[in-house]
DNA sequence: TGTACATCAGTGAACGCGCGTTCACTGATGTAC
DNA sequence: TGTACATCAGTGAACGCGCGTTCACTGATGTAC
């Protein structure tokens, strides 16, 4: 990396640009989200506070952008994982998408709690930006649901879902253009329940220090149990 | 309640604690576990701020006293639900333990993320302290579980889980004095994510403002997915 | 290629706010005789 | 029943720390002619 006497104004912009997340997601591993402090990225960077609004406008903004920067990761990691597994193998792919969720999580617990955990108080995500990153996952989960021959070797009878559940069921079909019957849509919901459930069991610390000395098996068998309810 | 004039010593210690917590527990729904501040306690309580250390040692202890009376809070709850459901069917007293899970977490989503969400940076429960009430509602699952005679009207045919996980399976059944086949067990596990999951996305809003009209419908269908992978 | 001007990065001081915790203290409540 | 002493609740000041954000400023980098 040239220093900043070989570097032209663009090139040293991004680089600080860059360092400035850099240093955000550590912050976030090492304090939180409720204490993430522009004036402690400013000391790490070996600047003034104030310096930092060259390339920041507030907190506030930072918080957001590496929330999307958080979405944008863990749904390229959901991808890749899924486009490496046998694409006439449906059910293997989702549970590819379910592990490369749960690495992602286990590699970076305090990004996961920032998309996953709870609300930073005092912060709202500006939906307009940060709904579409945060959907990614989900739709691809969906998708690779569609392509799937068969839903379900455990067909549940069509149990007749309550009106609003009916209704709810078709708004996300809409938002998402997929056309996955009600028990199947139902069932992908309960995949996304569960996957977000035991990567947050597992990675907040819940399982006690030496509850399991296998978490991944865990997880695997967990998931399996789910897919049984979907797809052959 | 009588003012403070016509108060014992003792009556007035023990209305004092427990406005301490109250004003606790609003503060964490207001500006979440992190923010919570003895020095905004000792306001609303109309006292200085050195006052507060009469009766609560510090911060981090005020928060360990919160996390053990919600982990009991909601125990307690759970045990309630499940006692009023029909002794004779296993399957609507595990729905009735979710549900009042849910009910319990909607009602106050900020003791449900002090619980289940983020870990509070700088904050580590003490284990001995917190382990007992923190572990009551998965024990509670897994005694309804023990009183249901089938184990399963779908029943997985036996996978040979993986060695480390058989073990772990078996450090559970010693700890919570169970007796479940590791297939059961592992669908316990299964169903606990699922319920913290589901739970958890709808309290932290990643439901979009408007994307579920009837989110108890959805959990209840969701849960009840996952419990025909146990119970019949 | 050189000069004049505009843009930008970073400084340092300041505003006003919050926090946890300690300490010596006053005055009221409770207790032992 | 009354007095002497011990306990306790609450005060107010202080220590040392952190934060976000604004502002006028200097000096270096880049651009137009």
Redesign the pocket.
Known sequence: MPD??TR??AE??RA?EAEIRRLGRAHLSTHGAAA?????IARDLG?????V??YVP???ELLTLLLIEGYTDLADAVDAAVERADPGAPRARLMAAAMAIRSWAVDDPARWALLYGSPVPGYAAPADRTVGPGTRVIARLLRELSAAPSSGSNPQPDKGFPAELAHDLDAIRTEFGSDLPDTTLLAATTLWAAVIGATSLEVFGQYGADTFAAPEQLFTAQIDAVLSLIVG
Chains 1, 2 share one sequence.
Request: glycine share 0%; net charge positive; aromatic share 4%.
């Open positions: 900043a006497h032209t104004r040293n912009r600080m993430l402090s522009l004036r402690a600047v003034v506070s104030s310096a609004y060259r507030s907190r506030d």
